[in-house]
């Protein structure tokens, strides 16, 4: 993406503010609000997914990206820190057991960065919405 890492930093951070909002933009309202955890925990795992995605393709290392990851999970969800932090000492955990929130964010803002149109965009971002209508319909 960039070659110095401030640049990296920035441009992680705002490419993942604008996917993660178009993609809870999509969800129903309330969405942070919910007192589900297996929503919960997909909302934070599929926004944890894409900023580390974002960030190894910017060619940043997990301090960054977990640095990142708990900047935009705070901002999007107005979670407090150590709210955050107890996501942030799970996720690592989550992601190597393939939990799919993490894999589908992941996949879905390369999707989003990639996109040539709107149309592809909104679809990329609609993978949260799949999710949550999965976890509604078990």
Known sequence: MYDQPEKSLESVTKLSLQFLAEAIGQCPAGLEKSANQDVVFAVVGFQYGAVQSAAYVAGLGADDW???????????NGFEQEVVAQFLSVMPMLARKEYPPITIGGQAIIRFYNAATDEEKLTAAGALREILRQIDEA
Not at 66 to 76: D, F
């Open 66 to 76: 977990n640095s990142i990851a708990g900047e935009v999970i705070a901002r999007i």
